[in-house]
C-alpha cells in the first residue's frame, strides 16, 4: 500500500542519516552539523542529529507495522 511505500522511505532516510552521523560526525569526524561553534556544541549538535535519525527509524517501524 501506499502507506507501507512511505514508510519504508521514512525508514530508508532515518537508516542512511543514522549511519552518515555515526560514521562522518563521530568516528571520522568529517564534518559536523554545526561547524562553527565549540567542540562541545558540535557533540550536541550531532547527538541531536542522530536521535532525530532514530525518531525517523520508530516512526516508519511503526507505520510499517500498522499498515502491512
Known sequence: SK???IGFLIF????FNLIE????????KI???IQRAGQHWQ???DI???FGAAAF???SLII???YP
Open 31 to 33: 564534518h559536523h552539523v
Open 3 to 5: 502507506k507501507t511505500f
Open 64 to 66: 510499517i507495522k500498522k
Open 57 to 59: 527509524v520508530l516512526i
Open 12 to 15: 530508508g532516510f532515518g537508516i
Open 21 to 28: 552521523g555515526i560514521t562522518n560526525h563521530l568516528i571520522f
Open 48 to 50: 541531536l542529529f542522530l
Open 43 to 45: 557533540l550536541y549538535g
